[in-house]
């Protein structure tokens, strides 16, 4: 007996010490193609010049949030096409600023292409699931399928009226402020604004967000995710296991579950509804289903629906990202349009002979306003609502002049830089609607325009963006003029979403 367990203790001694040589041989081997992979990266990126880097901050000390935009276009006029910066002393990402390499990146993804559009470590952290932002291969492409119908022309134009809605609570709380005398700062409002509109429309889910001030909890919530992940993302911390013990860690887990309980209780009241048979077969017969609809009704080939995770996931994703970004674009919007007092008029006196005694718009209007969708664009170029994308290569790409990256390489699509690129645009720093005319936009690069990223993987929500984009205008030019606050100029701070630290302030003057 004694022999038998002596026998069975050398055996798994022999067993322990293989494994620990099997371990220490694949780890061995993880380096050496560590190594070999990084090797050839930077060999890669050696055809790429740059700003020269700290061997340990990398480029991070070069850089400070409220001048990391105007940096990044500095040096892409120093180092054209594409520069490599260093977070850190080991992780380089290619930031791209020229149309002719955007297109090169934006244009090999494939709907089955595991390239991650990252944008969005954001929701990676934020969410518990992977939403259609941040998806790739097959399953991207079967929720990006699934979701499609619910951005369907008819859907669109049912939403007209409800965006008319939100938009007067907005302009109705304006007024009633002291705006003779003072300021109003628009992107609280205009947050809350668009809040209230993915609500109604996406989640056919009506609030009096706007008018109960115990509704800002959700915006406050959002403002800090995304200053804590801009945060995280800058000083290389999404990675660290203890950031979760620090302040900044408690504080992002609080936004998180404030954010949460908002999509939460949104899902939690539909599903309710739903399992009354005569309201889920009211919601089969409509001819198209609202966003949360196709969420909570589609099944796969095999009649399984959405995981509880992928539906949080997409509500999560839809609900920060379908009403910030456009807050941003319409707030900007509003902003340049106070700075050139002659494109004002010019898009209010468009409006009013659009629409003559109506203060209502219809879907039929939207075509009509030619040159208000000149001055979004133009707003849309100088203040794109997310001013960077970036990706990892998942196969190696060789870009126009024959320099080229290998797959797992990081680039970083710099919008803002590339709708400052002078390669393209003359004047870039000038707002000049008239460069999105007809005559003009013809030769214009396919790629040097890039408010929703293009390709397959660009802005499924681009158009119901645009939309509401002229409905906000359009009814707040009918009702206010724009006046610049010269005492409270906006500072530009990239925090996922382009926002001003100090936030946007307008004079509004009350159009009698």
Not at 81 to 110: M, N
Not at 207 to 217: A, F, G, R
Not at 222 to 245: A, M, N, P
Request: proline fraction near 5%; aromatic fraction near 10%.
């Amino acid at each position: 007996m004694a022999s038998l367990l002596d026998n069975i203790a050398r055996s798994s001694a022999v067993i322990l010490q293989l494994s620990v040589v099997l371990g220490v041989i694949f780890m061995l081997l993880k380096v050496a193609q560590f190594y070999q992979e990084r090797k050839k990266l930077i060999k890669a990126l050696e055809a790429f010049p740059g700003p020269p880097k700290h061997w340990l901050y990398g480029h991070n000390h070069l850089i400070t949030a409220d001048k990391i935009l105007y940096q990044m276009v500095s040096w892409g006029e120093e180092y054209p096409y594409a520069f490599p910066r260093w977070l850190g002393p080991v992780l380089p990402s290619l930031v791209i600023h020229h149309p002719e390499y955007a297109k090169s990146i934006l244009g090999q993804t494939g709907n089955h292409d595991p390239c991650l559009e990252e944008l969005i470590v954001p929701l990676l952290i934020v969410s518990p699931g992977r939403g259609l932002l941040i998806l790739d291969g097959t399953k991207w492409f079967q929720h990006r399928k699934m979701l499609t119908p619910a951005f369907h022309y008819d859907v669109l134009k049912s939403y007209v009226a409800l965006m008319s809605d939100s938009v007067k609570v907005m302009l109705d709380k304006w007024e009633k402020k002291n705006i003779e005398r003072k300021s109003v700062e628009l992107f609280q409002d205009v947050s809350l604004m668009t809040l209230d509109s993915i609500m109604k429309c996406a989640f056919s889910y009506h609030t009096n967000c706007q008018t109960q001030s115990n509704s800002n909890y959700y915006i406050r919530a959002v403002y800090d995710l995304s200053y804590l992940v801009s945060d995280r993302i800058q000083t290389f911390s999404y990675k660290d296991v203890f950031y979760d013990l620090t302040r900044k860690g408690r504080d992002f887990r609080d936004a998180c579950k404030l954010a949460h309980t908002h999509t939460d209780k949104v899902v939690k009241e539909r599903k309710m509804l739903l399992s009354s048979e005569k309201e889920l077969d009211k919601i089969k017969k409509k001819r198209h289903l609202d966003f949360l609809d196709i969420l909570l009704c589609t099944k796969d080939a095999n009649g399984v629906g959405l995981s509880d995770e992928d539906l949080r996931a997409e509500v999560d994703t839809f609900m920060f990202e379908g009403h910030d970004t456009t807050a941003s674009g319409i707030s900007w919007l509003l902003y340049c349009l106070s700075l050139y007092p002659e494109y004002q008029r010019q898009c209010r006196e468009e409006i009013q002979g659009i629409l003559g005694d109506r203060d209502t718009i219809e879907w039929e209007d939207l075509g009509k306003m030619t040159y208000t969708t000149m001055c979004i664009k133009e707003s849309l170029r100088l203040f794109p609502p997310v001013p960077s994308v970036s990706r990892y290569l998942s196969k190696s790409v060789t870009f126009s002049d024959g320099r080229s990256l290998p797959a797992g390489c990081q680039v970083g699509l710099n919008i803002f830089a590339i709708h400052r690129n002078r390669d393209v645009w003359e004047d870039p720093e000038v707002y000049n609607p008239l460069r999105f005319s007809p005559e003009n936009s013809a030769q214009r690069h396919s790629h040097a325009f890039l408010p929703f990223s293009a390709g397959s993987r660009n802005c499924i929500g681009q158009q119901f963006a645009m939309n509401e984009m002229k409905v906000a205008l359009a009814l707040t030019l009918l009702r206010f003029e724009l006046c610049p606050n010269p005492s409270k100029p906006p500072t530009l701070i990239p925090q996922i979403i382009l926002r001003s630290s100090n936030g946007i302030h307008l004079h509004l003057k009350k159009i009698h």
